[in-house]
């Protein structure tokens, strides 16, 4: 039996219901093997008094520090979040409040490691919370928690520290992997694990009735991501400026929003672009299956879960050539991997709109990316660390 205490800065509370979600969703199926048993750590970042009297930071406060969460047994310590600090102190914050908490987890529920799901400031104090539990560690890179933290002057060191440190480390795609060996992390400790994807929730269906439920006719592009510079969707909407008769519905939501509205007004196309701000899956999943292309226009990525999801509902994407993106579109079925401007966006869209392809084989290209897949992975990757670390330790029991 394989006990793992999953730590993660990023999962779903109750008010933050979609925050995460990947990281729930990939939990929730390494859970249910058989020869798994998990814990999560979810920890809080609250800031000192007064800034922790924000509604935000507030509601932070309301969680419980333990509770049940679709089957899973979750504790959400808070630690102290320093704002305007540039994250200088947040993995030193979070290791003292973690700490007592998993020398107490670890006396009823031993688990054999830790898994640490994003970099920064996860990945830093899992190495030292590993070292001090005499457990070994593997920390998860998905996409912002090395391209920015890791390239950032202040906390650049530590996430480069952790990662030659660490265990074991995971990335969401190839391109990701590469990234990670140009900072200088071991490439011989780097796994590529794809994540997956609920081909039962995302699923193609009539795209035109899919599309009346929706209240839209003619031609619709979904984009699919934060309102935040990063995610490039300024790119798309002068696309679509350039595209007349073309719908666009962007679900996500962040501090770009105003920027955005200012633009959308600015180009003339409020009339044909909804920002539809926090969406739950089921209804991304309605938009998916509705939109005769998704769009997104990321700087960066490491493998966005967007585009599998796009994908299993027999919809084609135009991304630009960033991490896993050539893993995923490895043929025109699948979509286009495009410049980062407007006016290569607009010439994918409008070849792929001209041109529909089945929605069936659209989503045969990432069938193989089942989350049954993705645990089986990483199942085999948590024992190997686990056996690895016993033999070396000479305890391989």
């Known amino acids: 039996m394989l006990r793992v205490l999953v730590l993660s800065t990023l999962f779903p509370d109750l008010y933050r219901p979609n925050f995460g979600i990947f990281v729930e969703r990939q939990t929730l199926s390494l859970a249910k093997r058989a020869d798994v048993q998990v814990r999560v750590a979810a920890p809080r970042g609250v800031p000192p008094w007064p800034l922790s009297l924000l509604s935000r930071y507030r509601k932070l406060a309301t969680l419980p520090s333990r509770e ?15 704002p305007a600090s540039g994250g200088r102190f947040h993995a030193r914050a979070l290791t003292r409040a973690l700490t007592p908490m998993l020398e107490s987890i670890h006396r009823d529920f031993p688990f054999d490691m830790i898994a640490a799901e994003f970099f920064f400031p996860d990945g830093v104090a899992a190495v030292e919370l590993g070292r001090r539990l005499g457990v070994p560690v593997s920390i998860k890179a998905r996409g912002s928690d090395v391209h920015r933290w890791g390239r950032n002057p202040v906390t650049g060191p530590q996430v480069l520290a952790a990662g030659r440190t660490a265990d074991g480390m995971i ?81 996500g939501e962040g501090p770009d929003r105003k920027r955005l509205a200012d633009l959308i007004d600015k180009l003339g196309i409020a009339d044909r672009v909804r920002l539809l701000g926090n969406v739950p899956p089921a209804e991304v999943a309605s938009y998916l299956a509705a939109a005769d292309a998704m769009a997104l226009a990321s700087e960066r990525e490491g493998l966005a879960n967007a585009w599998l999801e796009a994908l299993a509902s027999g919809t084609p994407i135009v991304i630009p050539d960033v991490g896993g993106a050539r893993q995923v579109v490895r043929s025109d079925v699948a979509g286009r991997i495009v410049a980062r401007t407007p006016e290569a966006f607009a010439a994918a869209l409008r070849e792929l709109l001209a041109n529909p392809g089945r929605a069936g084989a659209v989503r045969a ?26 033999l070396r330790l000479g305890c391989d029991n």
């Open 68 to 82: 049940n969460w679709k089957g899973l047994e979750v504790h959400r310590p808070a630690f102290l979040n320093i």
């Open 365 to 390: 290209t990432v069938e193989p990316f089942t989350w049954e897949a993705n645990s089986a992975r990483l199942h085999d990757y948590f024992e190997h660390l686990v056996s690895a670390y016993r």
């Open 171 to 251: 990335a969401v795609s190839e391109g990701m992997r590469d990234d990670m060996i140009a900072l200088g992390m071991p490439g011989e400790r780097i796994e590529a694990v794809v994540t997956g994807v609920d081909l039962e929730r995302f699923a193609p269906r009539d795209r035109t009735e899919a599309k009346a439920s929706l209240g839209i006719a003619g031609p619709l592009v979904l984009s699919v991501g934060a309102l935040i510079p990063l995610k490039g969707h300024d790119i798309v909407l002068r696309a679509i400026a350039a595209m007349p008769g073309v719908t666009l519905c962007i679900a």
